[in-house]
């Protein structure tokens, strides 16, 4: 999967209205931190809960979350595989289709920029169109693996080896 690359001064405006009722957006606090990342990993995986764990490393921490009835729905993480870089993010599957990931996506872009990025990558992208349509991105060629070039992974060995 390739990397895509987003103008973060060309941003479009996210309103918050666009999202189903009671959901909201907000930054992650670090006293939510196990918390956060125990739902990422059940939900995710273990390598998305390290890179949420990262996200936690700096204050402000570089996680946002959207929240529904006092529940985590969804989360996006920006500048912990490398600085740059945007994600990892992900949306319960039960709560897609509501603007949860083009909110969670704007936002965190939106703090990139005023962290001072002008450029943002999204690392090993699965939905290029989506990217594409909600923020203007374009893929980088000869990108992939990219930054995740031999990285270790979480799937157990299968038996006899």
């Known amino acids: 999967m390739p990397d895509m690359l987003v103008r973060l001064y ?38 998305w809960a ?16 959207a929240v529904h009835e ?11 595989t490398a600085l740059g870089f945007f994600g990892p993010t992900g949306v319960d599957e039960g709560m897609r289709g509501q603007g949860i990931g083009e909110a969670l996506l704007i936002e965190s872009l939106t703090a990139m920029r005023e962290a001072g990025y002008g450029y943002a990558v999204i690392g090993g992208v699965g ?7 909600v923020a203007g991105a374009i893929e980088i060629p000869d990108s992939t693996p990219g930054v995740y070039a031999g990285m270790l992974s979480s799937d157990p060995v299968p038996e006899g080896h």
Request: hydrophobic share 40%.
């Open 10 to 47: 060309a941003l479009p405006v996210q309103p918050q209205s666009k999202l189903g009722p009671g959901i909201r957006i907000r930054r992650a606090m670090a006293p939510e931190r196990r918390l956060i990342v125990t739902w990422i990993e059940r939900t995710f995986g273990p390598g």
């Open 50 to 65: 390290g890179e949420a764990e990262a996200a936690f490393s700096s204050t402000p921490t570089r996680i946002h979350i």
């Open 70 to 80: 006092e529940n985590i729905v969804g989360f996006a993480c920006y500048d912990v």
């Open 127 to 133: 939905p290029a169109k989506f990217y594409e349509r």
